[in-house]
């Protein structure tokens, strides 16, 4: 098993989103905009769905892992550390999910 994290990969794609958009694909996504990103972060999930669907591993894995790093990518824009998820996620252990989703105000 890998000892790399999402928190490496956060750190990673803060640092290229300082390069130039000519060299780096994390960079060139972020020059871009959240609309973009946010786009680019659709497309990744629906191949993600797909990929989970045709019960394809290898694909899944593959697109998984774009799946998260288009993610972190719109966090970054959106100037939402991956903690305050985490937290977030953290939170909602305390309780079941269907406890958890049946106590949202918009639920």
């Keep these: 098993m890998s000892d790399f994290t999402l ?18 694909w ?3 996504l972020i020059a871009g905009g959240q609309k973009k990103a946010a786009k680019k972060l659709g497309e990744e999930a629906v191949e993600t769905v797909i990929a989970a669907i045709a019960d394809d591993r290898e694909n899944l894995t593959y697109e998984a892992a774009d799946l998260m790093f288009h993610l ?3 966090l970054k824009i959106a100037g ?3 903690a305050n998820v985490m937290t977030e ?6 309780k079941s999910g269907i406890a958890e989703k049946a106590a949202r105000t918009d639920a």
């Design 7 to 24: 928190a490496d990969l956060e750190r990673i794609v803060a640092s290229r989103a300082e390069a130039s958009p000519e060299e780096s």
């Design 89 to 94: 996620l953290e939170r909602r252990t305390t």
């Design 72 to 74: 972190l990518v719109v």
């Design 26 to 28: 994390t960079a060139k």
């Design 80 to 82: 939402i550390p991956l």
